[in-house]
T-cell receptor
Framework: GAVVSQHPSWVICKSGTSVKIECRSL??????MFWYRQFPKQSLMLMAT?????????EQGVEKDKFLINHASLTLSTLTVTSAHPEDSSFYIC???????????FGEGSRLTVL | QKEVEQDPGPLSVPEGAIVSLNCTYS??????FMWYRQYSRKGPELLMY????GNKEDGRFTAQVDKSSKYISLFIRDSQPSDSATYLC????????????FGGGTRVLVKP
């Protein structure tokens, strides 16, 4: 299957700082990428849909000023957690759709710990 | 009511047994159905991808979709300890760009 890479896989930061997570589709172009958040032993919660060249679409209840999404190219989307707080600690996962088939492939996830 | 329901488990089976997983969904517009496997602290890995009703087989894995009863299943034959993971079903209406709706995941434990 297609490969989606996320970086960093694990990040620890101090409260109040900002953290950027990258999501890359390595062997295909993705006009749409999705960002999820997952708490321990829970399923994935969609945060936003990232569209190349346009603004992201956020799910209800997700603060767009806190979780900045940029989809600058067909292979890269970034999620920036601004002014992070301990409650933002979570597992963040991106996914990308390959072509028109709609198959979604996921990155390995990024674990954020805010101290 | 969640759009996709899945028993959280855990489901414990002996090695070599058949693992039977299932989900129900409520949205009649769902056309695409997926099963993902997720190991602890890892991103989900796509296992099976089916469109509309029917069966699909890939190695030890068989996915079934019954749209009339809004029921989707995944069977794992000859289960191995390495199959121990959380299995997530997911569905969405259309093609690329549609949002995926996930079930809560079923934790599976295959005992040697």
């Amino acid at each position: 299957g297609a490969v989606v890479s996320q970086h960093p896989s694990w990040v620890i930061c101090k409260s109040g700082t900002s953290v950027k997570i990258e999501c890359r589709s390595l062997d295909f172009q993705a006009t749409t990428m999705f960002w999820y958040r997952q708490f321990p032993k829970q399923s994935l919660m969609l945060m936003a849909t990232s569209n190349e060249g346009s603004k992201a679409t956020y799910e209800q209840g997700v603060e767009k000023d806190k979780f900045l999404i940029n989809h600058a190219s067909l292979t890269l989307s970034t999620l920036t957690v601004t002014s992070a707080h301990p409650e933002d600690s979570s597992f963040y996962i991106c996914s990308a759709a390959q072509g028109n088939s709609g198959e979604l492939f996921f990155g390995e996830g990024s674990r954020l710990t805010v101290l | 009511q969640k759009e996709v329901e899945q028993d959280p488990g855990p489901l414990s089976v002996p090695e070599g047994a058949i693992v039977s997983l299932n989900c129900t969904y409520s949205n009649s517009a769902f056309q695409y159905f997926m099963w993902y496997r997720q190991y602890s602290r890892k991103g989900p890995e796509l296992l099976m991808y089916t469109y509309s009703s029917g069966n699909k087989e890939d190695g030890r894995f068989t996915a079934q979709v019954d749209k009339s009863s809004k029921y989707i299943s995944l069977f794992i034959r000859d289960s191995q300890p390495s199959d121990s993971a959380t299995y997530l079903c997911a569905s969405y209406p259309g093609a690329a760009g549609n949002k995926l709706t996930f079930g809560g995941g079923t934790r599976v434990l295959v005992k040697p």
